[in-house]
């Protein structure tokens, strides 16, 4: 065990001490790192000594002691994994070819630059510097504790449903190892008398104005809601029914890999990643050159590409953008600010900020050619245009792109290659929203960093949270399960994760202040971020946020699922639901003002200072009173 005198600019790595309010200013004079390993994963504790002023009783230490990541690419490969999801693969391609293909790269780049990486910096410097998770990360300033929990919250939600998406993967992962995949023909026991061989189809069929990927009779799509989700058997979300047993099987399956991937936290999670960060890569890299030498396959890449400046004039695909950015970076979801708080001190958040970040765009245009390689091919074989087979959802992934993969020579090997893909995917992120394991992640990390009890018996914690998201996603397995999964995907992240990581942008630039934040910076990695980082968080970034939040309300319409219109009541519950977390912001704002003590601007100045500055509210001396700290940038 090495003891070291660490030099003047890494003193903020420790925790503040919390002094009486009769206290002076305290001045930092010394910390001690006691640097251990114990497997690999390197642990610091921390102490602080500190003069106090003549006549006062001077603070305890406080000891902390916190997980460090084992190697600095387990980090990059954890951040990756989180940010490099299936909506990188479902959902990219299809907004960038109906959006006016390169054309909608202008609006995502510029929303990228401006907005995305700026959060993205913002929340691995936070969690980095404070060493905290989404909750206790506040005490930068208590009155915006509320969004740690929102965000914790909204990552619960997730976690309950979207376990069922990764138990869909390995079902049809369990039903490839077949010399004949089970969606190529019909005449099976889940198959109806509608049923039309693809080899039969003529594209004529879609004179009406159905599009092929709407065409529910062929095998792979009986296969996707008649075998597998029996959605046939419920009439909508008032008829569940019972789980599936052999989803079941598969969900059970899931929560153990997630179960086992967390319970020793940082120590398990950030080995897990070596393969689940690196597998879609490979593998979309073996689709994509699969793809290319399939005809028609080059028809579907220009169309992916095609530039249509017109597109540009219609708001619809600003918005898209805007939400796609947002969502495939993942800030917002405590996530980021969990995974940094277990960096190193001195680490180099910013370049892993960019790094990371243009990974996980990168990943996205690239993913467009294995996927529209295929969809040229589809089009190619049913005689279609490209317009017919280009889907989004689960509708690409389940239906179009497996009814493809069964045509080729070797399918077997094939859907088994894109199936583990998808699985490493989901295991690893998110569609829209965030996977069970960074959710898990975050809410373990949120909730243990705020209750000691939590972090002393973090695996029966884990376990927990584990059995009870799986009790949850019981209802989406259910034969009308469909219907509740679409019902949490919508509301459960959507206006509720933007309008939290835009209270936690104005809490971090405004109130806390941009300058000092700034300086944090600096202590960390001695260098100060440049004007435009600065003029991003305060101004830019919320007002980026601003407008997508504005923009998902008002571009909210009722839920439906294909043809099926969902009653207006479980419209009702979703709103229910994604209010439910984000009243945890003026909820906790309330009940701090009221738990503190004092006149009301005593009060006020208690819940936006600083924990470790409450001393000087005592004092008269608030930051946040004056001027200068408002126009600082």
Not at 12 to 34: F, T, Y
Request: with cysteine; aromatic share 16%; glycine share 8%.
């Amino acid at each position: 065990m090495n003891v070291q005198v660490l030099p003047d600019r890494k003193l903020s790595s420790v925790a503040p001490l919390k002094p009486a309010h009769s206290s002076a200013a305290e001045k930092r004079e010394v910390e001690l790192i006691l640097v251990k390993d114990r497997n690999g994963v390197q642990y610091t504790s921390s102490s602080v000594v500190a003069a106090a002023a003549p006549g006062a009783c001077a603070s305890p230490p406080e000891d902390q002691e916190r997980e460090t990541w084992g190697k600095k690419i387990d980090f990059l490969l954890s951040v990756i994994g989180f940010a490099v999801d299936l909506a990188n693969v479902w959902r990219f391609p299809y907004l960038c070819y109906k959006n006016g293909g390169g054309a909608f790269l202008i609006p995502y780049i510029l929303f990228l630059v401006i907005a995305g990486m700026p959060l993205f910096y913002m929340e691995l410097a936070l969690g980095q510097y404070n060493r905290e998770g989404a909750a206790t990360v506040w005490k930068i300033c208590p009155v915006f504790k509320g969004v740690g929990y929102t965000v914790i919250l909204i990552a619960l939600y997730v976690g309950f449903y979207y376990n069922v998406i990764i138990a869909w993967s390995l079902y049809y992962l369990y039903s490839s190892f077949t010399g004949e995949l089970p969606w190529l023909k019909c005449g099976n026991s889940w198959n109806s008398a509608n049923c039309t061989d693809p080899k039969l189809f003529n594209g004529s069929f879609l004179e009406n104005g159905t599009s092929y990927a709407q065409y529910k009779i062929t095998p792979a799509a009986e296969f996707y809601e008649r075998g597998m989700l029996n959605l046939h058997e419920s009439k909508g979300i008032h008829d569940l029914g019972v789980p599936r047993w052999q989803l079941v099987l598969c969900l059970v399956v899931v929560v153990f890999i997630l179960y086992f991937s967390l319970w020793k936290g940082v120590k398990s999670s950030g080995k897990v990643v070596y393969i689940t960060a690196t597998m879609p890569y490979a593998v979309l890299f073996v689709l994509l050159i699969r793809g290319v030498t399939l005809p028609g396959a080059m028809d579907g890449i220009r169309a992916y590409l095609h530039i249509d400046f017109k597109q540009l004039n219609n708001p619809t695909v600003w918005i898209d953008a805007a939400t796609q950015i947002f969502y495939s970076l993942g800030a917002g979801f405590g996530v980021l600010i969990a995974f940094a708080s277990y960096n190193k001190f001195d680490n180099n958040c910013y370049r892993d900020a960019i790094l990371t970040s243009t990974i996980n765009c990168v990943t996205s245009f690239f993913s467009g050619f294995a996927i529209f390689s295929v969809l040229g091919y589809m089009a190619f074989k049913h005689r279609v245009k490209i317009e017919d087979v280009a889907t989004e959802g689960a509708g690409l992934v389940f239906i179009i792109y497996p009814e493809a993969i069964s045509t080729l020579l070797g399918s077997t090997f094939w859907a088994i290659v894109f199936f583990i893909m998808l699985l490493t995917l989901g295991i690893d992120s998110s569609v829209s929203a965030r996977t069970p394991w960074v959710a898990w992640k975050a809410v373990i990390t949120g909730l243990s960093d705020d209750f000691r009890i939590l972090k002393r018996n973090r695996k029966l914690f884990t376990f927990a949270t584990a059995f009870g998201t799986f009790l949850v996603a019981l209802l989406c397995i259910t034969n009308g399960g469909i219907y509740v999964l679409t019902l949490l995907d919508t509301y459960a992240a959507g206006t509720s994760i933007l309008f939290g990581v835009l209270i936690e942008a104005i809490g971090v630039s405004w109130f806390y202040g941009v300058d000092r934040f700034s300086e944090d910076i600096e202590r960390m990695m001695g260098f100060k971020p440049g004007l435009y980082w600065r003029l991003c968080w305060k101004f830019v970034s919320p007002i980026f946020l601003l407008f997508v939040v504005v923009a998902s309300v008002v571009t909210s319409t009722g839920l439906k699922y294909d043809g099926y219109i969902f009653p207006r009541w479980s419209n009702w519950v979703g709103w229910g639901i994604a209010s439910s977390s984000m009243l945890f912001v003026p909820a906790y704002a309330i009940y701090k003002f009221i738990g503190v003590k004092g006149t009301f601007k005593e009060r006020i100045a208690y819940c936006i200072t600083p924990e470790n500055e409450h001393h000087l509210v005592a004092e008269g001396n608030i930051r946040q009173f004056k001027l200068k700290h408002w126009l600082a940038i």
